[in-house]
């Protein structure tokens, strides 16, 4: 027996309306999903259109062609809002569609079900969406189950709410972490989501920064994301995507945050413009301030396998990263941080920069024992137009000095007149002392984001990271910046040759 469909759509514009809903995600949240308005003066306490920006449209691209997404972002730029939609686009066009909401507590969880969120949006879409398709037509969608936790319907979709504590586990199509920086189980959260991931579905981190934690999982995941360490796609949304943020709204911002804290850290964690705000440290218990060192950072991406393979005798060895190619005519410098070598201990570190201006040119990190990071040191400095290298003297850094002594490369003098740099206290602070002077007036260039995120985590009080955190590239940039004020220890060299 066929179905009667004249109550449910009624003209063909709206059968062709459905279908290009079907086919379009972006389509379907730009013509007929409403959100709650809280931040307009015009609109607030009203629902109004989904009108999408054109960073929103470029989030959704982002998620359909990626299973692992994590997205780092400025508060009140619609992004739960957003994936909430595709969310319900899901359930309608996509069934049978699980989808798993999680936030830090039970009732932010519960929040993001109910009426004024994702219950709302569906309520006020045209009947004619609210269908499921059969094998005979088309057929009205019922809501099956409708609790706090709960949301179904009878296509077989449906969406549940957890706080990030749950201990449920669950194969979804989708899973959304919403504030996940503010969750204290995001590691044990991720193990109970592996199904999903593991049976082909997605999964969406999404967070302001939390200044309290600046080495949360969250934000290690999307430090590692934005590096190329994982298999997440990352994407960061700052303050001034939303149309109606003005300079002016973003000075009174500024201003408020002084007048109250004393610092930026309010505006960095809320209304940050770059990344590198967002995931900067409270600035009180720090050696270097944030804005000193955003002031100094420029990010930049390495230069492609594809430009690096045509070049003549261009070092491919494990761990470089160099994002400027040596000029001529132009002194470089390094500086190198050694570690033991083995699967447990720290990285060793070589930065390399142009002498003249401070600015990081190339980086060198991984687990080097000291003969092997040697011979890599060499190489690059060879490339880096017979580069001086400052290594630091320590435990391991004699038995980097002794390597170094047998390979032609320049070695440069400490504090102590003695070849390499003494990492005793007194040598500690004169090393953090100058890279200060250079930060705070600007005059070195930090290019890559694992220095500028190890140099902002270095603590006042003992010029180290934290318990737990790596600072072997930040003392290896501070080598490099103060290699270029140190005399060569060492006669004149002979061209190394690369094999």
Avoid at 217 to 228: D, G, H
Avoid at 260 to 280: C, F, I, R
Avoid at 452 to 478: H, M, N, V
Wanted: proline share 5%.
């Amino acid at each position: 027996m066929a179905l009667d469909y004249a109550n449910i759509i009624k003209t063909p514009d709206e059968v062709i309306e459905r279908e290009l809903c079907a086919r379009d995600v972006n389509y379907f949240i730009r013509n007929f999903v409403q959100i709650y308005s809280t931040t307009s003066e015009q609109d607030a306490g009203t629902w109004i259109n989904f009108d999408l920006w054109a960073e929103q449209i470029e989030v959704i691209e982002t998620i359909e062609n990626n299973q692992k997404i994590i997205i780092l972002k400025a508060r009140q730029v619609g992004l739960t809002w957003l994936c909430l939609s595709y969310a319900l686009w899901l359930m309608i066009f996509r069934p049978i569609a699980t989808i798993l909401v999680y936030s830090a507590r039970d009732t932010e969880a519960i929040y993001l079900l109910s009426d004024d969120r994702l219950r709302g949006m569906y309520d006020r879409l045209p009947d004619y969406l609210k269908t499921q398709r059969l094998e005979n037509g088309i057929a009205p969608l019922e809501v099956i189950d409708d609790d706090k936790h709960l949301f179904s319907l009878s296509n077989g979709s449906n969406i549940r709410a957890f706080p990030t504590s749950a201990g449920d586990s669950y194969t979804a199509t989708l899973a959304i972490v919403d504030e996940a920086d503010a969750s204290k189980d995001l590691n044990k959260l991720l193990q109970r989501v592996k199904p999903t991931i593991d049976a082909g579905g997605k999964l969406i981190l999404l967070s302001r920064s939390y200044k309290e934690n600046p080495e949360s999982a969250f934000k290690k995941i999307y430090r590692a994301a934005k590096n190329k360490l994982n298999d997440y796609a990352h994407i960061f949304l700052p303050w001034y995507v939303v149309p109606t943020r003005t300079d002016a709204w973003y000075e009174a911002e500024k201003r408020d945050s002084i007048a109250t804290v004393g610092t930026l850290d309010n505006v960095w964690e809320s209304y940050p413009a770059t990344d590198a705000e967002a995931l900067a440290p409270k600035e009180a218990d720090k050696r270097f301030p944030a804005a000193w060192l955003l002031k100094c950072y420029n990010d930049t991406q390495p230069l492609p396998d594809e430009i690096t393979q045509e070049i003549a005798n261009y070092p491919s060895i494990p761990g470089l990263k160099v994002f400027e190619l040596p000029k001529p005519n132009t002194e470089y410098v390094a500086g190198a941080d050694p570690a033991e070598g083995n699967p447990n201990s720290d990285d060793s570190d070589c930065v390399i920069v142009e002498k003249q201006s401070g600015r990081e040119v190339a980086v060198l990190s991984g687990k080097f024992e000291p003969k092997v990071f040697a011979g890599y040191i060499a190489m690059v400095c060879v490339f880096f137009n017979n580069a001086s290298v400052l290594p630091e003297r320590n435990n391991h850094g004699h038995a980097l000095i002794l390597a170094l002594q047998s390979l032609p490369v320049r070695l440069l003098s400490g504090h102590d007149d003695k070849t390499g740099w003494l990492s005793n206290q007194k040598g500690k602070i004169l090393l953090y002392d100058f890279a200060a002077d250079l930060l705070r007036t600007g005059d070195c260039k930090i290019s890559d984001f694992t220095t500028y995120t190890q140099l902002a985590s270095i603590e006042s009080s003992t010029l180290l990271a934290p318990e737990g955190l790596k600072d072997d590239r930040a003392d290896a940039f501070c080598l490099a910046q103060r290699a270029a004020t140190q005399p060569v220890s060492t006669a004149e060299v002979q061209p190394f040759r690369l094999m």
